[in-house]
């Protein structure tokens, strides 16, 4: 059974860290991207980052770029999202997902049930 589970979500004030992690099972993880997503109240899932099977190719969201750094340790079959300097608009339920390509993400079969970020001003 594929599962993807996330954790690392919590409260915290503007300009502080949280680190997400998404604990992946069930697939052979190096042959898959993952991503994460994040969904705010009354808006769409917006793209964060993502990191290719292998780990040598990342992409980032231009809102968060230069702030949020995603790795992965494929002999864990972990991901994980390193938020700094983060800000109330980054307050959103953030989800992982895995797919066999990278650009097919959004359309990922496989997504994690999401853990809560909420940044205090």
């Known amino acids: 059974e594929v599962q993807l589970v996330e954790s690392g979500g919590g409260l915290v004030q503007a300009g502080g860290s949280l680190r997400l992690s998404c604990a992946a099972s069930g697939f052979t993880f190096d042959d898959y991207a993952i991503g994460w997503f994040r969904q705010a109240p009354r808006k769409g899932r917006e793209f964060v980052a993502r990191?290719?099977?292998?780990?040598?190719?990342?992409s980032y969201a231009d809102s968060v770029k230069g702030r949020f750094t995603i790795s992965r340790d494929n002999a864990k079959n972990t991901v994980n999202l390193q938020m700094n300097s983060l800000k109330p608009e980054d307050t959103a339920v953030y989800y992982c997902?895995?797919?066999?390509?990278?650009?097919?993400?959004?359309?990922?079969?496989?997504w994690g049930q999401g853990t809560q970020v909420t940044v205090s001003s």
């Open positions: 997902a895995a797919d066999p390509s990278s650009d097919n993400l959004l359309r990922a079969n496989y």
């Open positions: 990191i290719s099977g292998s780990g040598s190719s990342t």
